[in-house]
């Protein structure tokens, strides 16, 4: 029997259908859930900064950069792959921006964007180990974006006191309702003086402080 609906087909309809139901359902987690947030706030910077997560995390914490910064000026590095288009549906549907490209495919042109994005006043945020991993590892991206424009960076952690971790590479995490979440913000931080090497290093110690 021929398959009623092609794999085009199929993922057309994951990016019209995904998005808008997964919006729905991380309002109704974020509205119900507890919120703790930890970060120093005579140390937060006005300066357009890059917000560093890991990729497991990065949609419950699309509320933990509004709840920061207290508005939406933020353009997240996201993959030009399948799973890239239905990431970046759902961020604009919550409110945030776009930049198409990954260390694997669309590099250059996703630098250049960021570049812009900070020019223009917006922050950038990139999930280091994005888009396939190795998991909690860092690329160099943020790091070559920082040093280039001279700007801070912000590492951001969500831990949820009950959550579904999938079994994925990421091991993608979707905090359960009426539980408690805790948003980590480091202190802003310069790489523009360090190696290579030694700024991925510094990256992944603040980001595994309250990893989950």
């Known amino acids: 029997m021929a398959k009623l609906l092609s794999k085009k087909t199929k993922k057309k309809l994951e990016v019209l259908i995904v998005p808008p139901l997964a919006f729905l359902i991380l ?16 140390k937060t910077k006005d300066t357009p900064s890059i917000f560093v997560f ?15 910064r207290h508005s939406d000026k933020i353009d997240v590095i996201v993959s030009q792959h399948h799973d ?6 759902l961020l604009h549907l919550l409110g945030g921006g776009t930049i198409r490209g990954s ?15 900070l020019n223009s006043g917006r922050d950038v945020g990139i999930t280091p180990d994005g888009p396939k991993g190795p998991r909690h ?4 991206g ?5 040093q280039k424009k001279n700007v801070p960076i912000v590492t951001m952690n969500c831990k949820a006191s009950k959550a579904w971790r999938l079994k994925s590479w990421d091991r993608f995490s979707i905090p359960k309702p009426f ?9 802003p931080f310069y790489v523009t003086d360090m190696s290579l090497e030694d700024a991925k290093i ?11």
Do not use: P, Q
């Not at 309002?27 to 005579?42: E, N, S, V």
């Not at 890991?54 to 920061?68: K, N, T």
């Not at 510094?202 to 989950?212: P, Q, T």
């Open 202 to 212: 510094l990256i992944k110690e603040r980001l595994s402080l309250n990893a989950f």
């Open 137 to 140: 590892s860092v690329a160099d």
């Open 27 to 42: 309002h109704f987690i974020y509205l119900t859930c507890k919120k703790r947030y930890h970060f120093d706030k005579d």
């Open 84 to 89: 890239g288009e239905i990431a970046t549906r």
């Open 103 to 117: 260390s694997t495919r669309g590099g250059i042109k996703a630098l250049k964007d960021a570049f812009k994005s």
């Open 142 to 146: 943020a790091v070559v974006i920082a």
């Open 179 to 187: 539980c408690t979440l805790d948003y980590y913000y480091s202190d």
């Open 54 to 68: 890991w990729h497991g995390e990065i949609m419950i914490l699309s509320f933990g950069y509004r709840d920061y």
